[in-house]
């Protein structure tokens, strides 16, 4: 079912749920003959009633950004990143990035000082896995990219990475 359109149609949106809110950052527009990256952030505040995109209500990205994947928590999250959206990465089609930005539901604010992933990528798959074990080297639990556009979408695709969390 429809909720609501946002504020700017684009494709390839970097989303994420933080206590049932919607944010969507970044993605692209077509010209005509290119995808073209956008720094816009918006948030569906109830997705259970009206399904009204806000962008006024979310700061833009410091940089345009499409085709990656965010990490969201909630407020109540074991983690560190409590009430934060992990955006991996800030690619730019037609390239690649391996920049991490982290954005922060209650102060509206970026950190582009997070750990960056080792490889450039875009169009990557992730996973958090929450699962803690014994061995602190296993990227259990932890943050994981996967695939994706490694210099050219043939194969090989991009390594799997991970950021390790800690045990809850």
Not at 95 to 114: M, Q
Request: glycine share 12%; proline share 7%.
């Amino acid at each position: 079912t429809q909720l609501g359109n946002l504020n700017l149609a684009r494709a390839y949106i970097l989303a994420g749920a933080v206590d049932g809110k919607i944010y969507a950052f970044g993605g692209d527009t077509f010209d005509g003959a290119a995808l073209i990256a956008q720094t816009m952030a918006e948030v569906m505040a109830d997705p259970a009633g009206a399904g009204t995109w806000d962008d006024a209500a979310v700061a833009d990205l410091p940089i345009a950004g499409d085709e990656g994947r965010a990490f969201a928590y909630d407020s109540d999250s074991t983690y560190p990143y409590a009430g934060q959206i992990v955006l991996a990465t800030m690619a730019q089609w037609s390239g690649s990035s391996n920049e991490v930005v982290l954005y922060d539901v209650a102060t509206n604010t970026y950190d582009t000082t997070f750990p960056d992933l080792i490889n450039a990528r875009r169009n990557h798959g992730d996973a958090i896995v929450p699962t803690c074990t014994v061995d602190p080297d296993d990227g259990l639990p932890g943050m994981w990219v996967f695939g994706g556009y490694f210099g050219g979408d043939a194969p090989p695709y991009a390594p799997a990475e991970y950021y390790p969390l800690p045990c809850a």
